[in-house]
């Protein structure tokens, strides 16, 4: 009976060619040990197992009981969760007091209610199944009002409904279009918002998978080419919930240093230490920020990782340690491929210490690469990842303290574009073949770079890049979203591909400001620096034989506007850090899109070219070449134009204006916005920072501004600082009231300066009830100003 369900079902039409599809059939038996239920089905088992009281994790297996050890990519045990279970003729009911799982026997099918009852997420009556060819599927029921967002690394628009995905971590150079579905990044896991609710699945494992939200437009299924079907459910009901409870089981990004949210500059390449010099100079003499350099892979003697070449590079020591006197740090890519040389000390390393991947017959993989040919370490082995951390010393001891991991697909010159999938990885005495590790080569690189790392700074924060990874990649490294190119629907893809990135657990990212490839323009260039002053990570990026992308390349016109919105982006960086702390934390991205705010309002749902910067800000770049006005959605409450002033009403669309100076940022009514000043490098001295309150009618919604001394890792030990700011209004008047919360870390800034946006000259303002007589109003901004000492606060 269940052959035929799966075989008529649209979204098994691809699948039909191949062996058919077995569903796993009606509950047999069932036992409840610990917390897990066991069942025993016609076809094979499943087990389902609470992580949290929210959080359910779901595995079925075709042949024996399903082992409970997860992927490298989960980072939690099971709490103990207490949970109920109740059993009638057609249904096994758990319950956990928030989260309901109710099992229907006969087909076995998993649903999930919230603690009112209703259904949150339900199977298919195909529900879960398998062929002999040992590929898993499972269908759910897809609901009129479902969106999907996540997924990772993706193309095309912000909702994902209609979209077919495939997860395998894939170097594309060209094209990154809609129909290309697997990019360098596999996070197999979605979100779901229908009518304001959210809820999550992750579905772990490492081989290559495939989520149809497409076929079908009742069902969508997720199926891949082997291991276990195991995947968890993210109960929400809220999407800031649903990232919350999925990064407690990947983990959270580790606060970055502060110099890492600074403005990057990269190139492929610049070829030597003249070059960066000037580069350095050029950038100090133009009055453009600057926290970073690249170093791209000619700076190595003929493609040897852990090598530089003594020609184009005599002293790299002195090059970096001058860059780090004028706040500079230098970023070295770094890739796996290490050159087939028998005079290299790495490759000899590496083969005496039996650290590169093998075939089961005991032979070496060999891939082509930038060196020539290659062998890979096998990261899946812990002494491998140390033996590849211990080596960043080599970077470390220079003074080095960012690496930029490129090829970790990992990528290789042939058809299939990486390692021969029968290559055998040891994985700490578990081997298991390419063709179930792959997805994981990026992530476990990723780990072993950042940990090496780590251990070598003193207690400073590291800083790593990475093209490649996995569910969980947030742990270790920011992700650059690969070779885009310099067009203008690259520009526009960016914003979706990074927002869902940051619905994935991936707060930190952002793409090559400007285009990697192709010629950029001046006016791409521009918007795309505008759009960049916001992606959580900013970095100007091209390639080998493109028109030069430096911020002054396109002449005084360009360069004037490129280098304000630079400058703004430090100006912004106390509020960013603040959001970067909070998504340390919780999971919640930097960069939002507006349905992660506004969930109920239809107009959000694919929004694609505007995001949030936190809660209240929105952004609507320009993304068109010669477009001067477009339309922006702004949802419910009272918006203010962060540029004019201008106060807009929300719950519907407006034509704004924004000639090639003006990128559209709106504030809403109630936020409190803490900005810093203009400088050359995140690292120098605050004297003063600013507060920018935008009252609403009642006054201002409740902020806790963060932070500590953002290099390293004290404030785990409670070094830090945060504030608290909330106001009341009434017509004239204005109360805002600034708590010290936390006060371990003594910020440098020696004043705040208050500015109440939205004033007029009767506004009596107080701040802790104190009348501020010297406060100033400026009829032409129609702002209140005044400044209160820290010691005062
Ligand atoms: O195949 O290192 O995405 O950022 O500049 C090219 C050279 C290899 C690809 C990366 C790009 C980098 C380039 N690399």
């Not at 758990?94 to 026997?105: D, E, H, V, Y």
């Amino acid at each position: 009976m269940q052959d035929t369900s799966f075989a008529i079902l649209p979204g098994m039409k691809s699948k039909t060619k191949g062996p058919a599809f077995r569903s796993v059939g009606a509950v047999v038996s069932r036992e409840l040990e610990n917390n897990n239920l066991n069942l025993s089905c016609e076809n094979g088992y499943v087990t389902v197992c609470f992580y949290r009281d929210d959080i359910v994790r779901v595995v079925m297996n075709p042949k024996e009981q399903p082992s409970l050890q997860s992927s490298f990519a989960v980072v939690k045990e099971p709490e103990d969760v207490e949970v109920s279970l109740t059993e009638s003729e057609d249904e096994i009911q758990l319950s956990s007091g928030k989260l309901k799982i109710a099992i229907n026997k006969s087909p076995i099918r998993i649903t999930m209610l919230d603690e009112q009852g209703r259904t949150i997420i339900s199977d298919h009556e195909s529900s879960m199944g398998f062929n002999d060819k040992k590929e898993v599927i499972c269908f759910k029921e897809m609901h009129p009002d479902d969106h999907f967002y996540g997924f990772g690394e993706k193309t095309s628009f912000l909702d994902k409904r209609g979209e077919k995905m495939t997860m395998w971590n894939t170097d594309v150079y060209a094209p990154h279009n809609p129909e290309i579905d697997a990019l360098y990044q596999s996070i197999p896991y979605f979100m779901s918002i229908r009518n304001g609710m959210a809820y999550g699945l992750f579905f772990d494992n490492t081989f290559k998978s495939v989520f149809d939200m497409k076929t079908s437009n009742e069902t969508y299924s997720f199926w891949t080419e082997g291991g276990q079907l195991d995947y968890y459910l993210f109960a929400g009901p809220k999407p800031k919930d649903v990232v919350e409870q999925y990064t407690e089981i990947t983990g959270r990004m580790p606060l970055p240093p502060k110099w890492a949210l600074g403005y990057h500059q990269s190139r492929y390449s610049y070829e030597s230490e003249q070059e960066v010099r000037e580069l350095v100079k050029e950038f100090r003499e133009r009055d453009i920020p600057l926290d970073a350099i690249y170093l791209d892979i000619h700076y190595m003697d003929g493609y040897r990782v852990f090598t530089f070449d003594e020609e184009r590079f005599p002293n790299p020591e002195k090059l970096i340690e001058d860059l780090k006197q004028e706040g500079i740090h230098v970023i070295p890519i770094v890739d796996p491929g290490v050159k087939e040389d028998p005079e290299y000390h790495i490759y000899q390393e590496g083969v005496n210490g039996d650290y590169f991947c093998k075939y089961l017959e005991g032979n070496l993989y060999f891939g082509d690469v930038w060196p020539g040919k290659s062998a890979f370490p096998d990261f899946t082995s812990e002494d491998v990842r140390k033996w590849w951390g211990e080596k960043h010393e080599f970077y470390s001891k220079m003074g080095i303290e960012g690496i930029w991991n490129d090829m970790n697909e990992p990528a290789v010159f042939n058809e299939t574009k990486t390692m021969d999938l029968k290559v055998m990885h040891k994985n700490d005495g578990n081997p298991k073949t390419h063709r179930e590790l792959h997805n994981l080569y990026g992530l476990l690189m990723g780990e072993a770079t950042y940990e090496g790392m780590k251990a070598q700074l003193d207690g400073k924060r590291p800083f790593l890049l990475t093209r490649a990874g996995f569910a969980g990649v947030q742990r270790y490294s920011t992700v650059w979203t690969g070779d885009n190119r310099s067009f203008w629907e690259h520009l526009q893809m960016s914003l979706p591909m990074c927002m869902n990135l940051g619905m994935s657990g991936v707060p930190f990212c952002g793409p090559d400001v400007g285009g990697f490839a192709h010629d950029t323009t001046g006016q791409l260039l521009t918007r795309w620096t505008q759009v960049g002053m916001f992606t959580p990570y900013f970095r100007n990026h091209s390639v080998l034989d493109s028109i030069r992308q430096e911020p002054w390349s396109f002449g005084e016109q360009y360069e004037k506007i490129i280098r304000k919105y630079i400058q703004e982006r430090y100006v912004w960086l106390p509020y960013l850090y603040t959001l970067f702390r909070e998504a340390s934390l919780t999971g919640v991205p930097v960069m939002r899109p507006l349905v992660f705010e506004y969930p109920e309002d239809q107009h959000t749902f694919n929004l694609s070219d505007q995001f949030m910067i936190g809660s209240h800000v929105i952004v609507a770049p320009i993304m068109k070449p010669d477009t001067y006005h477009r339309v922006v959605y702004l949802p419910e409450g009272s918006w203010v134009n962060y540029w004019t002033g201008e106060k807009l009403e929300g719950g519907k669309h407006h034509l704004v204006e924004a000639d090639m100076a003006t990128m559209p940022i709106f504030v809403k009514e109630g936020a409190t916005l803490v900005h810093g000043s203009v400088k050359n490098t995140t690292g120098q001295k605050e004297s003063e920072i600013k507060v920018h309150l935008y009252p609403s009618e009642k006054g201002l919604d409740r902020f806790v501004h963060y932070e500590d001394d953002g290099k390293t890792f004290d404030y785990q030990q409670g070094s830090y600082f945060q504030m608290e700011i909330n106001g009341k209004k009434a017509v004239d008047s204005l109360e805002i009231t600034v708590t010290v919360l936390h006060n371990q870390y003594d910020p440098e800034w020696e004043r705040l300066h208050f500015v109440v946006h939205g004033a007029h000259q009767e506004l009596k303002v107080q701040m802790n009830g104190v009348l501020q007589g010297e406060a100033e109003f400026d009829p032409a901004s129609g702002s209140i100003t005044f400044s209160v000492e820290k010691s005062g606060l």
